[in-house]
């Protein structure tokens, strides 16, 4: 009777201690093993054991004799479905099989068999199976990867087993990948098993997740192989690359250089591999030690529905690969959640183009990572891996760029973007497919130097997202390569964006309902589109228009401009700011002919030009020949002209440097002109405040491009321009820009020469609304000043609906010439 109680007693603290972990627990017909005559003395116990296990009467037996050590069994131990339970400092050892065992111990932390011990149809009482019970130490100095891979290989062979393999808190060495897989025959198996660690991950800090440290760096950390179900959670798997290298010498670092993991096409170091092998060694010769992994049929098919969540990865070449082999076709459905990336080539990377419905969702990546998302180098990829979505980014501390993406054939979604010092976006392109950027907030890092672009996109349509840089001065412009079938919807930006591929402005991408902002200055640009519309107010902003662009106005001239001109009265009217393609920036071509030699460290240069008169402190400068940023003016002394923030690519030579700027518009004005004088007299307004100010770029025949205002005397009635005017002329119409006013309702038709003709540089629909004595009916009609400033209308485009042509028109010698891009060459514009 004593006995029984002591059991009961025994099986009550034991039942209590596994209440939130366990299925089944022993029943009061579970004895003590010494009470048994099980000895831990060195020999077999399998025949005494299995005798034991006859006795129908018995449910199972405790191993509970305090410090006992290993009881060895050398042959088959049938359990039949009974009850082992370990106590700590007693565990099975010898090179026997246990077969239908529910084998279960007191706690996670101890060890309760040896891996020589084979186990067959095997359960264990408890939710989970831990590492830790077939030996592994967690103390960061032991090798643990033997009892791991014995874990893994036990519970994948025992599909009865429960699913869960538990890793305790603490540091597992490992001098070997951990390889998750079945070998069935001769080919690999599907299996599935859930990997979880002892405390998820909280925060990116987080140190208590149980820590899987390689101890080498020329093969992956975890290798996930043809698993169909499962995931992996709440791990930390730590490489061996570390950094402290400071922050601008990170981001002109090499790809190939920045760490000394394996970083080959087929096989890079990684922390988690998805489907690292298929039937034979890929071209760059696969993972050293491995080839005995390569094996079996050649098949396409691979791993599915694996989930990687809440693990911090960091340290190794690709922190997480999804099937970089170069066979394998799959790798689908598989979720990379809430997880801590750091310290790598590439934070996460995709191998092969079948892997659908894959996402990355949460990532946090804040220290030394060259790349977040690579689709295009490992693997075979052809135009570029399958990704399907990428939700929620919090990028932050030194990342260089967020992806390296092509996709082909397949949408893809990235939304919730967050990044702040950021030194690029990257490549993000699509063929025969789109991409949707929704809710991006990016913050460019503000450094000396500039990458050679902030970003290329093809085919991407983004909604709801800011660019802007990290220190809030909104003075600076980012630039986007290439942009072919780009969109930007409801989108804003320090300063409006410089599209940088002037000899292909086709690829120039549409902005629709976009700002610019500069709350410190209360300057505001609207950047439309399409049948936009912007109505002026009297506030005191100067709106930036982009595309086809309406502007309306229903105050109509006042009192004093109607006595003025001739009492014309304009009730309403529209101004339509209407861009083709060319026309979204300026360019002063040829600035200077000079070398260029930045300071490595401050990024400046400083150059000599004869056409400082048609440059501004903030303007753009680019190399003439590839259309590449050179750098941002930052001051003008006489000739001579600073720039600063120039791009990493730029080096030492020399250079064609061309001006660029994009074009702040604001309302037209009217005045007279004097050759060889930079004074506007008789100025008078066209429509109400808000007038142009100082540093608005004028664009008339009379000027050369790039003229800007640099006073204005409103009682004096005078404007002072940078550039003396090359004709003289009265009644002239200004407006920094290209505009096409269409004016309506005028009591008396408008007189041929009238101040309320504008669209003097291009455009031709509005001429016949605006005056109807004109008897203009095809598009190409262009009506200019001539030197002697009377308006004519025997001018004509040749082909201007086939022509990309920048609206950069000059006066030589009395000669009107606008400049043709594609022949690179002006032209007279009286030629037919």
């Known amino acids: 009777m004593k006995k029984i109680l002591t059991l009961l007693i025994i099986l009550g603290v034991h039942t209590l201690a596994f209440a939130h972990c366990r299925d089944t627990v022993p029943s009061p017909s579970v004895f003590h093993a010494q009470s048994l005559g099980i000895r831990a003395d060195g020999s077999d116990q399998t025949n005494i054991i299995n005798k034991l296990l006859e006795n129908n009467s018995l449910s199972g037996i405790i191993f509970d004799n305090p410090g006992a050590g290993p009881i060895k069994i050398e042959g088959k131990l049938n359990a039949r479905g009974k009850v082992l339970l370990f106590y700590p400092g007693t565990f099975l050892t010898g090179h026997g099989t246990l077969m239908q065992a529910h084998i279960d111990g007191l706690n996670y932390h101890q060890k309760i068999l040896d891996t020589t011990v084979m186990l067959v149809g095997c359960v264990t009482a408890s939710k989970m199976f831990s590492v830790m019970w077939y030996g592994a130490k ?43 897989h079945n070998w069935v025959g001769s080919r690999y198996g599907q299996w599935n098993l859930n990997i979880i660690g002892e405390e998820e991950i909280q925060s990116a800090n987080n140190s208590s997740n149980p820590r899987i440290l390689p101890s080498f760096n020329d093969a992956p950390a975890i290798i996930v192989q043809f698993a169909n179900g499962g995931y992996i959670k709440g791990l930390s798997i730590e490489g061996l690359f570390t950094t402290q290298m400071q922050q601008t010498a990170f981001y002109l670092s090499n790809f190939n250089s920045i760490s000394k993991s394996r970083n080959t096409q087929y096989s890079p170091n990684a922390g988690i591999c998805i489907d690292a092998f298929s039937s034979k060694p890929p071209p760059d010769g696969g993972y050293p030690g491995l080839d005995s992994y390569y094996r079996g049929p050649q098949v396409r098919s691979g791993t599915t529905d694996f989930h990687i969540y809440q693990c911090r990865v960091q340290g190794f070449t690709v922190d997480i690969m999804n099937s970089p082999n170069g066979y394998t076709q799959q790798g689908e459905d598989c979720t990379i959640e809430h997880c801590d990336l750091n310290f790598a080539n590439v934070a996460v990377a995709y191998g092969n183009t079948q892997s659908d419905h894959s996402a990355l969702i949460d990532t946090r990546c804040w220290y030394y990572v060259f790349t977040v998302v690579d689709n295009v180098t490992y693997g075979s990829t052809g135009v570029g891996a399958t990704i399907s979505r990428i939700v929620g980014m919090n990028i932050a501390g030194v990342v260089k760029r967020l992806f390296n993406i092509a996709i082909a054939e397949k949408n893809l979604s990235v939304r919730d973007i967050y990044a702040e010092n950021l030194y690029e976006i990257g490549g993000l392109g699509s063929v025969h497919s789109q991409i949707s950027a929704d809710n991006w907030h990016i913050n460019f890092a503000y450094l000396n130097i500039r990458p050679q672009f902030h970003a290329t996109f093809h085919d991407v349509n983004f909604t709801s997202s800011t660019f802007k840089y990290y220190d809030d001065k909104y003075d600076k412009r980012c630039w986007f390569n290439n942009c072919f079938g780009t969109r930007f919807v409801n989108c804003y930006f320090d300063q409006p964006p410089l599209i940088v591929n002037p000899f292909a402005q086709s690829n120039t991408p549409d902005f629709v309902n976009c700002i ?11 950047i439309g589109y399409h049948n ?10 100067v709106p930036l ?55 490595a460290d401050k990024r400046t240069a400083n ?26 003016i930052s001051a003008i002394n006489g000739r001579n002209i600073s720039i600063t923030e120039i791009p990493d690519n730029i080096k030492p030579g020399n250079y064609v440097i061309d001006l660029v700027y994009y074009l702040t518009i604001s309302r037209p004005f009217i005045g007279d002109i004097k050759e060889g004088s930079n004074q506007v007299t008789n100025f008078v307004p066209v429509l109400n405040a808000p007038y142009v100010t100082i540093g608005d770029r004028i664009e008339h025949p009379a000027f050369p491009l790039g003229t800007y205002i640099i006073s204005i005397d ?114 007279d514009m009286n030629a037919k």
């Open 138 to 180: 967690g103390d960061g100095s032991s090798d643990d990867q033997p009892y791991l891979q014995k874990t893994s290989d036990m519970m994948i062979a025992n599909t009865g087993m429960t699913r869960m393999l538990y890793l305790p808190q603490g540091s597992y060495k490992i001098n070997r990948p951990w390889i998750l």
């Open 516 to 526: 610019s902002f500069d709350p410190t200055t209360a300057h505001v640009c609207a």
């Open 532 to 541: 936009s519309a912007y109505s002026l107010s009297t506030a005191v902003s």
């Open 545 to 599: 228009l982009y595309g086809h662009f309406t502007i309306q106005d229903y105050s109509g001239l006042n009192s004093n401009d109607m006595s003025t001109n001739n009492n014309q009265t304009v009730p309403f009217s529209t101004v339509t700011y209407e861009y083709n393609s060319a026309s979204f920036n300026r360019y002063v071509r040829s600035i200077a002919r000079t070398h260029l030699d930045p300071d």
């Open 607 to 632: 150059f000599s030009s004869s056409m400082t008169t048609q440059a501004r402190v903030g303007d753009y400068c680019l190399d003439s020949a590839t259309g590449f940023v050179l750098g941002r």
């Open 714 to 827: 409103a009682k004096q009635r005078t404007v002072d321009l940078s550039s003396p005017a090359q004709m003289t002329a009265n009644r002239q119409s200004f407006a920094n820009g290209n505009p096409h006013v269409q004016i309506l309702s005028l009591k008396s038709p408008a007189v041929v020469g009238a101040s309320y003709i504008f669209g003097l540089l291009g455009g031709t629909n509005w001429i016949e609304q605006a005056n109807p004595l004109s008897k203009a009916k095809t598009t190409s009609t262009l009506w200019y000043f001539n030197k002697g400033g009377s308006l004519t209308d025997k001018t004509y485009f040749p082909n201007v609906a086939d022509y990309n042509i920048r609206p950069e028109i000059r006066n030589n010698n009395g000669v009107i010439q606008y400049y043709d891009s594609y022949q690179d060459k002006w032209i």
